[in-house]
């Protein structure tokens, strides 16, 4: 018998809110290191993210499997349609749902309606209130105030998610709700996505970084070749854009953007393989690819 197999508590946990609000930010501070992309152009995250959250002692512990979600957003495509429906799937599937809003909570309507959603979900809910930095304390307290009084929420607790400001109280709160279960994942394991998904996501970041305004949700990763040798690994990947503008921005004067992009994304997948890493990058124009069934599959947006 393993020595945990007794005292374990394990669930699962949903990160969901409007896009923006930091909810990958979140992820990356619970579990202590970096597993989800997060940047400031909202629905960055497309995928449900997986991050696991072990804390394993001599008679037991706790094992916290937490799933990021997209923002939840009115759909303007195929791709949108798969993002919402990815994040709404997750509320029947875990143990407690972390509701996430920021500063902007009274200004977007967004989040009434993910609010009325919870409403008709059983599973207990926390509220995030996230961004604490940005608030002032009377706009805390109206928002706390606002959110306690729908009663939805067993607990509510404000965060600053970006500097890990009250992200232990989180934990804590969310380990007072796990149930005796079985140990998912190794205790050493913080993700279960293959490095080539991840290597794919962490160029989607560096593009988003580096773009401005409407061109990064139009941008979508395929890695066309993962080598991974003990010493290099050979990563060459396509950019899909949907207009022929938006690759001109991308690749930029001299290609100077993509030049800066493939730089920092190898810099990070360096430190993240322990190899050097030889990076290519490709940029392609598909007209409407987020409407497209075939392009959503090859991406892996898919069920
Ligand atoms: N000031 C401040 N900024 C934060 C905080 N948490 C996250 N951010 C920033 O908010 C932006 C969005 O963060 P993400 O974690 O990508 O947000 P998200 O909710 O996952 O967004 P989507 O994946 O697009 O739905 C980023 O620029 C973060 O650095 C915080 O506590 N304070
Ligand atoms: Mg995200």
């Known amino acids: 018998m393993k020595k945990n197999e007794h005292g374990i508590r394990s669930g699962f946990v949903a990160i969901v809110g409007r896009p923006n609000v930091g909810k990958s930010t979140l992820l990356n501070a619970l579990i202590g290191e970096k597993i989800a992309i997060a940047t400031d152009k909202p629905q960055t995250t497309r995928n449900r993210i997986r991050g696991i959250y072990s804390e394993m002692g001599e008679n037991g512990g706790w094992q916290i499997v937490f799933l990021d979600t997209p923002g939840i957003a009115r759909p303007r495509n195929k791709l949108g349609e798969y993002m919402t429906r990815t994040a709404m799937g997750t509320l029947n599937e875990v143990d407690v749902i972390l509701f996430l809003v920021d500063e902007m909570y009274a200004d977007k309507g967004g989040d009434s309606f993910i609010a009325e959603k919870l409403a008709h979900v059983d599973t207990p809910k926390l509220l995030i209130i996230n961004k604490m930095d940005r608030m002032d304390p009377d706009r805390f307290r109206h928002t706390y105030e606002a959110y306690e009084k729908t009663g939805l929420f067993e607990e509510l607790i404000g965060t600053c998610a970006i500097s890990g400001g009250n992200v232990p109280a989180v934990r804590?709160?969310?380990?007072?709700?796990?149930?005796?279960?079985?140990?998912?994942?190794?205790?050493?394991?913080?993700?279960?996505?293959?490095?080539?998904?991840?290597?794919?996501?962490?160029?989607?970041?560096?593009?988003?970084?580096?773009?401005?305004?409407?061109?990064?949700?139009?941008?979508?990763?395929?890695?066309?070749?993962?080598?991974?040798?003990?010493?290099?690994?050979?990563?060459s990947a396509l950019i899909y854009t949907e207009k022929k503008?938006?690759?001109?921005?991308?690749?930029?004067?001299?290609?100077?953007?993509?030049?800066?992009?493939?730089?920092?994304?190898?810099?990070?997948?360096?430190?993240?393989?322990g190899t050097k890493v030889f990076l290519e990058l490709w940029v392609k124009v598909k007209d409407r690819w987020r409407d497209s069934d075939h392009m959503l599959n090859v991406l892996g947006y898919k069920e």
């Open 245 to 273: 503008s938006h690759k001109s921005i991308i690749i930029g004067k001299d290609g100077k953007k993509l030049k800066g992009v493939g730089k920092s994304a190898r810099l990070e997948l360096e430190a993240l393989l």
């Open 172 to 235: 804590e709160a969310l380990k007072r709700r796990m149930k005796e279960g079985p140990q998912y994942f190794p205790a050493d394991m913080v993700t279960d996505h293959p490095e080539r998904f991840i290597a794919c996501e962490i160029i989607r970041e560096k593009l988003l970084m580096y773009l401005d305004d409407e061109v990064p949700h139009g941008v979508a990763v395929e890695i066309e070749k993962y080598e991974e040798g003990s010493k290099l690994t050979g990563i």
